[in-house]
């Protein structure tokens, strides 16, 4: 799937000079869209961007989203202490719910310290097929966390609405999860 990068997209319009036919500028959002990612002068329009914004996103990525009621994302603690994880699969610009999963470790004793090592070795645990990590707050074993996940910060509580900003920026989310350095990524903010 074809998909300009909204965060790096400056707006310049060189895409679109280059190919109108694949790729249109939208001056109220700011940035390039894709329109026909089957057109022959797509290629054309990758090189000429400035800021290389317009990627490629093939892979497919598991994330697991923390919740108590399977509506909103966790919103009162951090997400490891999630009652679940909604799985969702992104593959070729659908994100689908595949399984919720209880989370076993919310249960345990509450009087172990935020940033227990203990806690993020059980969050991990049940989300070993996992990709990427999302949730409104994450304790200090983010640290730990993020050499497993991106870890993805969301503040929109509603998680249908999540699941279109999260697909607003796959870019961002691929380009950590793509990192040889993994044990360096930050956890990122989605907007």
């Known amino acids: 799937m074809l998909k300009v990068d909204k965060n790096s997209c400056v707006g ?17 959002k700011g940035f390039a869209e894709v329109t026909d990612a089957e057109s022959s002068c797509v290629n054309k329009a990758i090189r000429v961007c400035p800021q290389n914004a317009i990627k490629e996103i093939s892979e497919r990525l598991v994330f697991a989203v923390g919740t108590d009621d399977n509506k909103t994302v966790k919103s009162n603690d951090h997400v490891g202490m999630s ?14 719910l595949k399984e919720t999963r209880d989370n076993p470790k919310y249960r345990e004793d509450e009087t172990r310290i935020h940033g227990d090592p203990g806690k993020a070795k059980a ?9 990427v990590l999302v949730g409104k707050m994450f304790g200090p074993n983010i640290v730990r966390l993020r050499k497993q996940f991106v870890c ?18 796959i870019c961002e989310i691929s380009a950590q999860n793509n ?11 989605l907007k």
């Not at 310049?12 to 109220?28: F, I, N, R, T, Y």
């Not at 009652?83 to 689908?96: K, P, S, T």
């Not at 990192?179 to 903010?189: A, F, Q, S, T, Y």
């Open 179 to 189: 990192r040889e350095d993994k044990p360096e990524r930050m956890g990122i903010i």
């Open 123 to 131: 969050t991990a645990s049940v989300l070993t097929d996992v990709d």
């Open 83 to 96: 009652r679940f994880f909604q799985i969702f699969e992104y593959n070729a610009g659908d994100l689908v």
């Open 152 to 169: 993805a910060v969301i503040r929109e509580p509603d998680i249908e609405e999540a699941k279109k900003i999260i697909k607003d920026n």
């Open 12 to 28: 310049c319009g060189l895409c679109v000079s280059v190919c109108s036919g694949a790729l249109k500028l939208d001056v109220e």
